[in-house]
């Protein structure tokens, strides 16, 4: 089968032939019709997330998939061949970039039915980390206000749409084309992050989702209300500043989780929420396409298909 690996840290990826992997008694075959890449993927290949999640070379790129059940392990229950799953692999692990991944039966989840399997590939880490996030961490509830930065990015993306589903008020910063984008996704009110200073324009606001760190995580800290909620993405928030301002402030290292994905998926198909898609490119075009998300001028999500 085919698989994008890296030989080493900071190697450049490429599509290799591998053998078949083998599945454990608790584990299950998938044939990846689709998979997404991530910010993620980039920070595993360049080696920045060693000290959390280590990894054996060659590696398999890749933690978010969707497909369909090939084989089960010997002590798995409740799958069958040809289910539509998705899930999110574990990143030590890796190997959703590939023609065929093994998966633990605990992070296997049924498709949405509301999605076609390619787009549901989009799914596990932009919509769980947004998730997570508002719903876990900030207890995020109907009435209350939230500010998502990079709201044309793919947590930004979910994150709008959770808000806006469950009667949030919705600010989005973005710029040039994510400015509609983020419009289209239910923002109440988008700024153009190029020509205009959030700060200077909202205050009393519950929670701020920064998916960009430096000085917009810094500004953040002055339009919450007292007594809110910044919750970061991207780098680990400034105590101080936040005791200073009298909120709370929280990193969101977001895990595989099946339970929780199966709660975004449900959430997803009762609200028929879409998946942002930057781009679909099959996995022979799969080196220009880690290129444009290690740029970071991704509108949503990356999807890489395997047909």
């Known amino acids: 089968m085919k698989a994008f690996r890296i030989a080493h840290y900071d190697a450049a990826p490429v599509v290799d032939d591998i053998q078949m992997p083998d599945v454990g008694p608790d584990e299950v075959l998938v044939r990846v019709r689709a998979a997404s890449l991530n910010p993620l993927d980039v920070k595993m290949q360049r080696g ?34 040809g289910d539509p799953v998705v899930a999110r692999l574990d990143p030590t692990s890796g190997g959703a970039l590939a023609e065929f991944a093994v998966v633990k039966a605990g992070y296997l989840v049924s498709a949405p039915t509301s999605l076609s399997l390619e787009d549901a590939a989009g799914i596990p ?25 990079a709201g044309a990015g793919g947590v930004g993306s979910f994150a709008i749409q959770f808000a806006r589903a469950i009667g949030a008020r919705v600010i989005a910063t973005a710029s040039g084309t994510g400015i509609d984008i983020a419009r ?18 909202l205050s009393d606001i519950d929670v701020v989702l920064d998916t960009i760190g430096g000085e917009t995580q810094q500004h953040s800290f002055n339009v919450l209300r007292s007594g809110g909620y910044l919750l970061a993405t991207s780098s680990p928030p400034d105590e101080a500043l936040a005791k200073a301002h009298n909120v709370a402030a929280t990193f969101v290292f977001h895990m595989s989780d099946g339970s929780r994905l199966g709660k975004v998926i449900d959430a997803i198909d009762a609200d028929s929420l879409k998946v942002l898609i930057d781009r679909k490119v099959p996995l022979s075009g799969l080196s220009g396409a880690f290129e444009h998300q290690a740029s970071g001028r991704a509108r949503g999500k990356i999807i890489i298909t395997t047909d």
Request: glycine share 10%; charged share 20%.
């Open 125 to 149: 880490t932009a919509a769980g980390t947004a998730w997570q996030a508002l719903f876990e961490i900030a207890d995020f509830k109907r009435g209350q206000s939230v500010l998502v930065h």
């Open 48 to 81: 920045f997330m060693h000290a959390y999640f280590p990894v054996n070379f060659p590696y398999t790129l890749g933690t978010d998939l969707a497909g369909t059940i090939e084989r089960t392990g010997s002590d798995v229950t409740g799958w069958h061949k």
């Open 184 to 201: 289209r996704l239910g923002a109440d009110q988008v700024i153009d992050y190029r020509s205009e200073n959030f700060a200077d324009k």
